[in-house]
């Protein structure tokens, strides 16, 4: 009995020890959450600090960002102050936003809607990573997409659009 015992325990060392890198990396996998496929993502280009993002079928710049390292959905958007999230990805985000914290007042496309401001710890788009960010939280009835707003591209080098391409330089 105890010879088995013996036997049982070395043999589950040994697959244990088989399958541990693999159970290593995928522990470090990033958290899959119902975030939907974005249109495109921003394709970084030479030199490091530049990336460029091409229109949608509408003009519009929609890409993949990160937010405090979570990969996000984005619209770029010069008319929005701030940057705009939608509470369910401000949660993805890791960002608690408590009832009461919706205590700001600001005009959406949709009108008068109430928002919780926060400070981003850090936003990458491609290459380009800001840290510090200003940001609003919305309710995802107020808000239809995650904006990419001036309080992180006015911290950029340089934005333009060429090409139909919006080009970020940091």
Not at 31 to 60: M, N
Request: glycine share 8%; net charge positive; charged share 20%.
């Amino acid at each position: 009995m105890m010879l088995r015992l013996l036997w049982l325990v070395l043999a589950a060392t040994v697959v244990i020890g088989f399958f541990a890198p693999e159970l290593q990396r995928l522990a470090t996998l990033p958290e899959a959450k119902d975030t939907p496929a974005p249109a495109a993502k921003p394709k970084p280009a030479l030199p490091f600090g530049r990336v460029e993002i091409a229109a949608d079928g509408r003009g519009h710049f929609v890409f993949t960002g990160r937010v405090n390292g979570r990969p996000l959905s984005m619209l770029a958007d010069t008319g929005a102050t701030l940057v705009a999230l939608r509470a369910s990805d401000a949660r993805t985000a890791g960002l608690i936003v408590l009832p009461g914290d919706y205590t700001a007042k600001v005009s959406t496309a949709g009108g008068v809607a109430e928002a919780a401001r926060v400070r981003l710890r850090e936003i990458e788009v491609g290459d380009i990573r800001v840290s510090n960010v200003d940001a609003l939280v919305l309710s995802d009835e107020q808000l239809a997409t995650n904006l990419l707003g001036m309080s992180f591209l006015s911290r950029l080098k340089a934005f333009s659009i060429e090409n139909g391409r919006l080009v970020l330089s940091q």
